[in-house]
Nanobody, 119 residues
């Protein structure tokens, strides 16, 4: 099994930036697609960005295109989400997720990290 732990969340002003990190441990030798999700209070968990094991295919939700960048470093077993031009509506708990390569699903989840954007 893979264990995922997010870090880098916090409080930031509108227009500011944060970089979230996801550290993976356990069966990290397997090929995993990775994703970032977020969930605001009382709302469903939404996909923010996803990246394949090779890094050649990347998907962004429309509401973050041009502002967020997902990247990965397989040698470090890490995935990142660079968030720029943050808005109050970006406030949510952000989760790192992993799934077997090519299956389009996510089976492993981190505990989440809080991102709060003040207005």
């Amino acid at each position: 099994q893979v264990q995922l732990v997010e870090s880098g969340g916090g409080l930031v002003q509108t227009g500011g930036s944060l970089r979230l990190s996801c550290a993976a441990s356990g069966r990290t030798s397997s090929n995993y697609d990775m994703g970032w999700f977020r969930q605001a209070p009382g709302k469903e968990r939404d996909l923010v960005a996803a990246i394949t094991w090779s890094g050649r295919s990347i998907h962004y939700a429309d509401f973050v295109k041009g502002r967020f960048t997902i990247s990965r470093d397989n040698a470090k077993n890490a995935v990142y989400l660079q968030m720029n031009s943050l808005k109050p509506e970006d406030t949510a708990v952000y989760y790192c997720a992993a799934g077997s390569s090519g299956r389009g699903s996510f089976n492993y989840w981190g505990p989440g990290t809080q991102v709060t954007v003040s207005s």
